[in-house]
């Protein structure tokens, strides 16, 4: 997702199915906590890049879908719109200018971390002021190891704020 790329062109954009959209939401609610569906029955789906398809609604992306797996990720927009109780990642200050840049989080970053957090899934990163999500990505290490841990990686990044799919609109 990184990279010289100048613009997302979407190809084979369709309706999805409302079982496939109810699907992907009982997944993101159960796993997340939202309290509400990230994504409306009326979501469309459309290939973006050779690695990831994109949910779409209004023009706006809110959510991605890596095609090995067919995994959902909910974007940071999804995010925003409805904050999850669950699979959160809190960093400092300091990293937040690494993270909107698409770094991987690295654990000395951690301030907290939901500690039923498991490696490989997915989670939300937050700001350690305002709790706003900067990004999401895969965790590498427990939840309980993430706060101030040992130097490497505890996240990697899959899609954060200001990277090309933050800033589509169709």
Known sequence: M??????????????????????????????????????PAEAERAEA???HDVILHGGRILGLIVKEGDRAIPA??????NKPPKRYVT???????????GADVMAPGIVEADPAIQPGDLVWIRDERNKQPL??????????????GPKGKAVKSLHFVGDLFWGFEA
């Open 2 to 39: 990184r990279g010289p790329m100048a613009e997302i062109r979407l190809r084979h954009r369709a309706r999805m199915r409302e079982k496939d959209v109810k699907r992907m939401n009982e997944t993101l609610m159960a796993d997340f906590g939202f309290d509400k569906a990230p994504f």
């Open 49 to 51: 890049t050779d690695h």
């Open 76 to 81: 940071v927009r999804a995010l925003l719109a």
């Open 91 to 101: 960093v400092d200050m300091g990293a937040i200018k690494f993270v909107t840049n």
């Open 135 to 148: 990004a999401v990505g895969e965790a590498l290490v427990p939840g309980t190891a993430m706060p101030r």
